[in-house]
Structures are given as C-alpha cells and as structure tokens.
C-alpha cells in the first residue's frame, strides 16, 4: 500500500516486521525491518529503488494497483544490493525499456547479480540531474561506501527530499514511517547499531561525504533513508549524529567480554569489571559472554567505548572458536582509538593472552601492557591483578 510522503512523493516499500536476520545471518534484526521504495508522481514518473527479492511479486503487484507500470519513465537504482534491487528483474519482465539512472558502479554490480547487459542503463555522476517536471529536478550524489562502491544518494529539489538510501537507515519496523511516530529508545538503539556493524568501517568516506554535502547547501526538509524511519522531524539531527560517530566515537564506557569453560575466566571478567567501577566511578561498564550474546548488540557496545578487555582460557594452544570469530569481525569493523586489554585462565600451555593481544593490536586497538594469565582457578594473587588492567583502561 501507497503512503504519502510529501505532496506528489508516495512510499511503496515493505515494512517487513518478521525479518531476523540480514546479510545471511551476519547481522541481527531485533526490532523488524523495511526496505524502503518511493514512486514520484511530478510530469514525470520516477520509481526510487524497489525491495528484496522475496518480497518482488507482492512489490510488483502493489505498484500495479497503484499506477500502469508503462506510465513509469525512470527508474533510479540508489544501490544495486539485492534488498533494494531484488525486484528488479521482475519488474523488468513488464516494462523492460524502461531507463535505468544509476552509477557506473551499479551498473557493474546488477549486471553481475542478475545477468541483464541488455537493460536501458544511464550513467549519472555526482552533480548530474534529471528533469522530472513541475519545475523539480531529482540530482545525483555518489555515495561511494555507503554503502558499496556503486551506492548513490538522489536529492529532489522542490521538496528538499534526500533519498539517501543504506545512509542514516535503521534496520526498524516503523510502520508509520516517520522518526517522530517511532518508539524513540528503539529507533536511536537500531541507528547506532547499524552504524557500528555497517557503516563504522567507512567512517573516514562518512566524514568526507558529509562535509561534501553541508558545502552544497541544499535544503533538506526529509532524508527518505532505504531502511526504518523516514527523518522529517529534524532531519538535520541524524546527519549530525553520523558526523560524530564518524569521528572515532567513544562514550565513558568500559566494555567487557570474555567466553569461558569453566567459569574461571568469568570470575577474572567481573573482577576487572569491579576494579573499573572503582577506579573510575563514573564509568559505565558492562560486561557480556561472546558465546551467550548477539554478536552485532556487542558490537554496539564496543562502538560506544572508550576502552574493552576481551578474555578467553586457552585451549588447543589457541583461544575459544567463539572469541577467534568475534575478534575477525571485530578486525573487520576498524574501530580506532580505542584502548584494550587482555586476560585469561589455562591449565598447561597458557597462550590465550598473546594471542589476544596481537589479535587486537592486528585490530587498530590499543592494548595496555598489564594482564592476566592465570593458571587453573584464578586464586587472590591473579584476581588482585585486574586492578593495575582497570587503572590502564581508565587513564
Ligand atoms: Fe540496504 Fe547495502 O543495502
């Protein structure tokens, strides 16, 4: 169903309340999901992006009820990932002439996704615009990383509206689209999150990018994201937001996280969370086991700290599988200044806590000089010294 955005602007996604997962399984969805389409009505007849692919049938007949897919004169692919290009095919099936406006980027990725060279496509740059009547014009933005090389932004002048695509997004089931209709907790919990687990590794382009636009000075009255809530109350303030995130983010706020196997390395964790609270007593400090929390939900929480400890006991001469694939995801999401420091419980060979601090320095962390490598149960000697890793951390 159609929702009217502004004037001749309708929304014609889907809010998909029963998603779990995205990227495969990489990323969580606690809170529903949308991929987010528009259809412009001006003299002209402009489709922005479509939906995922297992979703093309209902997009298709949807758009059908809403409007004869001939009278449809341009379509433009923000991002050729399959979530907002998915029901491309199918709709290329009813009108396959229709004009394509993509970057050079996009046109190599749906090229090699759906296997169509024969599509009508048409090149757009940055600064480069397309008349759609009534005295509006749609221009193009690239948004090179944000989310893929061939990602791209569509401003629509008149309405002041930044189709901004994966960019400000949320994954967030809002089903009356709007950021001031939206539970506020969850909607700024799920923005910050995606930032952490998607956007953080490209902070230095977010940066740029953003500097990119403020000097263009165009009026924006709605940033139209492909994920969550629309931002029409303030829209400024999530701009603002990423400006920070951007910046190698961090709050006063310790983070923990360890895996055990026979609660040893759990007992040193909460010693060191203890010591930190004392240390430094407005700190917030949390702590979480990789192998019984949501991998993104730690991520989050890594993103927002100044400082994290990471624990394992050794085992086969190496760390927990659950710490080795938390800390490769972690490499992959480049957070930068950020301190670190590491500890562990072993019985004979005891390599868990070099392991874990090149493992972190290998990350762009940090990693302070004291630690703990405790043999077998921690006793009151190796539990004391978590105080000189929390007076480390907290410097
Ligand atoms: Fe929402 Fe990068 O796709």
């Given at each position: 169903?159609?929702k ?9 996604g889907?809010?998909?309340w029963?998603?779990?997962t995205f ?23 402009v ?18 009820k809403?409007?004869?897919l001939e ?5 433009i ?6 979530d907002?290009?998915g ?9 396959p002439?229709?004009p394509?406006?993509?970057t050079?980027?996009a046109v190599?990725?749906l090229?090699?996704q ?6 009508n496509f ?6 480069d ?21 061939d ?8 309405d002041?509206?930044?189709?901004s695509n994966?960019?400000f ?7 009356e689209?709007f950021n001031?209709k ?11 999150k ?9 902070s ?6 953003i500097d990119e ?17 629309i ?17 190698a983010y961090?709050e ?5 996280v360890?895996?055990?196997m026979?609660e040893?390395t759990t ?6 969370a203890?010591?930190v609270?004392?240390a430094?007593p407005d700190t917030?400090v ?9 991998k ?7 993103f927002r ?13 190496n760390?927990l599988?659950?710490?080795?694939g938390?800390?490769?995801?972690l ?5 930068k ?7 562990g419980?072993?019985?004979?060979s005891g ?28 006793r ?12 480390a951390?907290?410097?």
């Amino acid at each position: 169903m159609k929702k009217q955005i502004k004037n001749n602007v309708y929304w014609v996604g889907k809010v998909d309340w029963e998603l779990e997962t995205f990227h495969g399984d990489d990323y969580s969805i606690n809170n529903g999901s949308s991929q987010n389409a528009y259809l412009i009505r001006e003299e002209k007849t402009v489709l922005i992006d479509t939906v995922w692919k297992p979703h093309a049938n209902d997009f298709v007949e949807n758009l059908e009820k809403e409007i004869e897919l001939e009278k449809i004169d341009y379509i433009i692919v923000n991002h050729g990932e399959i979530d907002h290009s998915g029901a491309l095919p199918e709709l290329m099936k009813k009108i396959p002439n229709t004009p394509i406006y993509c970057t050079q980027k996009a046109v190599d990725s749906l090229t090699g996704q759906f296997h169509h060279p024969e599509w009508n496509f048409n090149v757009v740059k940055t600064g480069d615009t397309l008349d759609i009547g009534n005295g509006k014009q749609l221009v193009f933005v690239e948004m090179t990383m944000l989310h893929w090389p061939d990602s791209m932004a569509t401003y629509m002048t008149g309405d002041n509206i930044l189709f901004s695509n994966d960019a400000f997004g949320q994954h967030f089931a809002v089903d009356e689209l709007f950021n001031d209709k939206a539970d506020q907790c969850k909607l700024w919990e799920e923005a910050i999150k995606y930032y952490a687990n998607i956007l953080n590794p490209f902070s230095m382009l977010v940066k740029r990018k953003i500097d990119e636009i403020t000097a263009l000075n165009l009026p924006i009255d709605i940033i139209a994201t492909s994920h969550g809530a629309i931002w029409r109350d303030n829209p400024l303030q999530i701009i603002e937001k990423y400006y920070e995130w951007s910046q190698a983010y961090k709050e006063d706020q310790i983070t923990i996280v360890y895996d055990t196997m026979w609660e040893g390395t759990t007992k040193l964790a909460h010693k060191i969370a203890q010591e930190v609270a004392l240390a430094s007593p407005d700190t917030r400090v949390k702590v979480f086991n990789i192998a019984k929390t949501d991998k993104n939900d730690i991520m989050t929480e890594v993103f927002r700290s100044k400082a994290i400890a990471v624990g394992s006991p050794t085992v086969g001469n190496n760390v927990l599988s659950t710490v080795s694939g938390w800390l490769a995801f972690l490499k992959e999401l480049k957070f930068k200044e950020k301190k670190a420091a590491v500890f562990g419980c072993y019985g004979w060979s005891g390599e868990s806590p070099k392991i874990l601090r090149e493992k972190l320095a290998q990350s762009g962390f940090e990693v302070v000089e004291p630690e703990i490598r405790c043999k077998w149960n921690p006793r009151q000697e190796d539990l004391d010294k978590a105080k000189a890793i929390a007076l480390a951390l907290t410097q």
